[in-house]
């Protein structure tokens, strides 16, 4: 088991022969990922790494089963090739891209519900699930094989306390990197949802940050239905209001947003709060 | 991007809603059109301009002289007002408040409409607003807009106007992918027409290449944040004297943020993001060498990015151009040996953990 990312998925690639693409297909196929189709339109009948590229994803699909696809077109195009995928039946979506208008994306998360998909994303690094799959950007060696879920809200803080973790000898079921925009698929909740009722999780981090009220709806999740230990750690405890640190959703607006409310409402769910990133190992090994 | 008072009126009036007769007003000339009495309003792209005296009511030309010559070049909260808009007064006979924002929770638009307009809408109680949520895909329907306008207790002529102007303002909030359209007061005049007398338009930066009409505001950067934006870079100034340099916008935060527990003070936020390009990572090392910080603090986790790449920039910038104030470097991740061995002759103090590299630049920059 792990959540959203294993052996059943079969990956097709948007947007595969860019530069972008053809790294990662590599670094996805050494990770063990089952990539089985690329898609870049006029493409058709080349390969990358020996994968099928096709014009369209519903080739792609009648041709080799994907049932799920990673997203890494560009902004202005992202939102017809979310479409595009979801009309071709694929179930599981990984959309990379950042600076995608934040109408596109709610859009294309709307209508990813319609049709019963799990997107992750936009904006984030994707996901994996050490020992069997990555689908995503997320740097493969890092990660160990394991039992702690992680889902975060930023990319290379996650890659930090990922590789903090392993250090210290202690593995992960899968790393979720939920995506830095204010508009995302799948939320803290969902993860949380997924990696309790995962058997091979035994414990979650989350790494949250300021901005939008994600980490405060997530600790009122937690008091009800979760039942594993939470560990978290929240960035932008200093950062000042009305300034966009980084990240699109990154932003304290009118007073909401701050790193303090979302460390209380995570205190008051008994959540296990680290002051330093690389702390979170310290936590979950007592 | 926050557009100025007059330009969020320019897209109102283009979507018909009724707005004041106005205009900007720099000479006396300009009031020749206009009837008094008139309202003299600060442009600047923030709220509380008028407890900062940016809005002014004139009776005559006299007056209005007098209180434009004042309002213009007027510092509020950090902005200079360049520009004034002067409109003629408008018979008020009930204040609303209307608003579409993006629901970050839902993922969707949500309209806000309230009978108390007028005042700062936080300040209004919870139960005095009505909201109503639009599903992205179907767009504003009627039953929306009828469980809006059947709130707000207006006459059966004033809910009629209203609704025209809902439904054209989430048009406007869709066509120009805004973050946020506000319009506080929306008012009801003496002759039962609807106007709006103030507006915010904020449209989303990531779409404001459908807008090519739209001509760019640049009031909310700074100039170096202004240069860092058109290399692709992210550059956020705040108020310390430590630089840093990192990559990732949550792992830069974090970095702040460890700096202020060892009591430093981050003044420039530097993200480097993913970067293959030892260039790119020069110049951002060059913009924070503009911004004169006492320490720069270079924060790294290579994952996509190689910590050598970033490695080579920095030991290019040192070695060819020198740098005057100390650097303390925490390296970690993909290819952290090569980059260690580039960078150990280049006079940089290092810290082996988080904790201890932000102490060391804390403790330098005191």
Known sequence: MAVFADKNNKVLVQGATGHQGVFHISEMLDFGTNVVAGVTPGKAGQEVHGVPIFNTVQEGVDATGANTSLVLVPARFAKDAVFEALNAGIKTLVVITENIPFHDAMEFVHYGKYQDAIIIGPNCPGIASPGKAKIGILPGQIFKEGSVGVASRSGTLTYEIVNSLTEKGIGQSTCIGLGGDPIIGTTFIDALNAFEKDKETKSVVLVGEIGGTAEEEAAEYIKENISKPVFAFIAGRTAPSGKRMGHAGAIIARGKGTADSKIKAFEKAGVKLAKFPTDIADLIEK | ??????????????????????????????????????????????????????????????????????????????????????????????????????????????????????????????????????????????FNIRFITSKLKLDKEQSKEFSKVLSNLYKLFREYDCELVEINPLIVRGDGGIMALDSKVNINDDAMYRHQDIEPELVELTPLEQDAKEKGITFVQLGGNIGVIANGAGLTMATLDALTHFKGDGGVFLDLGGTDDPEKVKQAFELMKKAKPKVIFLNLFGGITKCDTVAKGVKEVITKEGIDCPVITRIKGCNETQAKEILKDAGLITGVTLQDAAQKSSDLAR
């Open chain 2, 1 to 142: 991007m926050k557009l100025f008072e007059y330009r969020g009126k320019e897209l109102l009036v283009k979507y018909e809603i009724a707005v004041p007769n106005g205009k900007l007003v720099k000479t006396e000339k300009d009031f020749s059109t206009l009837n008094f009495p008139l309202v003299l309003k600060a442009q600047v792209p923030i709220g509380g301009r008028g407890k900062a005296g940016g809005i002014k009511t004139v009776k005559n030309l006299k007056d209005a002289k007098e209180n434009l010559s004042n309002i213009l070049g007027m510092d509020i909260r950090g902005y200079k007002v360049g520009k004034v808009l002067a409109e003629e007064m408008a018979d008020i006979k009930k204040e609303l408040y209307l608003s579409i924002t993006l629901d970050r929770s839902k993922r969707m638009p949500l309209i806000m409409a309230s009978a108390s307009g007028g005042m700062d809408i936080e300040s209004v109680p919870d139960e005095e607003i009505f909201k109503e949520w639009v599903n992205p895909l179907i767009g504003i329907q009627p």
